[in-house]
């Protein structure tokens, strides 16, 4: 059973500073972050791959946001600095875009 527990979601101010944790990511597979905002569709945001671990970033939080993996807590992280207005969104992981979590929210404000 896999179970993946986003976390890390909140209120910040533009420019500020975030990280988003995703419990149960197995290190195995491909992760990734993905976003929804209301109205919109779901967006890769970024991914990681191993076992080369190559990371993959979407090109408006390049540079701002970066995606790493504990491989001994099995937790997925997503870092995001310079928080822009256009960055809030409900927030989820997924393993293999097969096995989703239930999302964070961020809210930029």
């Known amino acids: 059973h896999v179970q993946l527990v986003e976390s890390g979601g909140d209120l910040v101010r533009p420019g500020g500073s975030l990280r988003l944790s995703c419990a149960g990511a197995?290190?195995?597979?491909?992760m990734g972050w993905y976003r929804q905002a209301p109205g919109k569709e779901r967006e890769a945001v970024a991914s990681?791959?191993?076992?080369?671990?190559?990371?993959w970033y979407a090109e408006p939080v390049k540079g701002r946001f970066t995606i790493s993996h504990d491989s001994v807590e099995k937790t997925l992280y997503l870092q995001l600095n310079n928080i822009r207005s256009e960055d809030a969104a409900t927030y989820y992981c997924a393993r293999s875009v097969y096995y989703w979590g239930q999302g964070t929210q961020v809210t930029v404000s």
């Open positions: 990681i791959s191993p076992p080369i671990v190559t990371a």
């Open positions: 197995n290190g195995m597979y491909c």
